[in-house]
């Protein structure tokens, strides 16, 4: 059996699979195009939560990626959903870049004009923070707002390597307030899932997710019976791979999403 018999459906993790930082991974832009040729759907489900999907639009066609919006599905997007749906009157403050806050406001999530007036606090990760922007979330949380985070990555990779991403900030508004966070949105969630599913309209079974991340594409992928792909040019080294519990094994293992080109 061939790596994609069987498979209708390929979800793509996005840093660390498909970029480093600002840069694209070389052969990706091609290996997608196969993919898509084949005739096989594809979503993009990514952890990041500092970026709007207009955002990840315009960087996946830039570098020559066909993507409609609707097949960007950030931990933003799924965040301002699940607010929307099951908090529909609550206002929330953001700690994160402006596309955090952008989504929020795409969904009609209302934004609170002052920290102390938020039910909720939503935490991403933010490369621009300044001390005002942290205090304005410790003042929030403080003031009773609850913790929800777009994900809980201790890293990403960039073009220099390992970068912090969210968990630094949950630490650090967690630390400061004695405040825990109460809902993580982010893969591995069933939330992700969901999400990706309900865009792709095939059943898991159906579905490949290849990823960079053993934590969460290769856990996700595997508590919901995806086929799992790893790649080497991510978050993950020979010897965690090596290391990993069988509930984070991938089915397969490639050094870069290029090489799957010659699977299809």
Not at 6 to 30: M, N, S, Y
Not at 142 to 169: L, Q
Not at 228 to 254: D, W
Request: charge should be negative.
């Amino acid at each position: 059996m061939s790596l994609f018999d069987d498979i209708k459906g390929v979800l793509i993790d996005l840093d660390g699979t498909v970029f480093q930082g600002r840069e694209l991974i070389q052969g990706c832009a091609e290996a997608i195009s196969a993919i898509q040729d084949s005739g096989r759907k594809v979503v993009y489900l990514s952890n990041r939560g500092n970026h709007s999907r207009d955002t990840g639009l315009m960087k996946l066609r830039e570098h020559g990626i066909e993507v409609e919006k609707n097949e960007i599905i950030f931990s933003s997007t799924v965040t301002a959903r699940f607010i929307k749906k099951h908090y529909p009157l609550a206002s929330v403050w953001t700690l994160g870049n402006q596309g955090l806050k952008d989504e929020m406001q795409e969904h009609d999530v209302i934004v609170a004009s002052q920290p102390e007036e938020a039910d909720f606090v939503v935490i991403t990760l933010h490369d621009e923070i300044t001390y005002e922007e942290l205090n304005d979330a410790f003042r929030a949380t403080s003031a009773g707002a609850r913790i929800i985070a777009t994900n809980s990555d201790k890293t990403y990779p960039d073009e220099n390597g390992p970068a912090i991403d969210v968990a630094g900030f949950i630490g650090a508004i967690e630390s400061a307030t004695g405040q825990k966070t109460e809902l993580v949105i982010g893969k591995p969630s069933c939330f992700m899932v969901e999400a990706a599913l309900e865009q792709i309209e095939l059943t898991a079974d159906q579905c490949m997710v290849i990823g960079d991340s053993l934590n969460t594409d290769i856990a996700m992928g595997n508590m919901q019976g995806m086929r799992t792909v790893l790649v080497m040019t991510g978050n993950t080294t020979e010897a965690m791979l090596e290391k990993a519990p069988k509930r984070s094994k991938p089915h397969h293992t490639f050094q870069s999403l290029a090489e799957l080109r010659r699977e299809l």
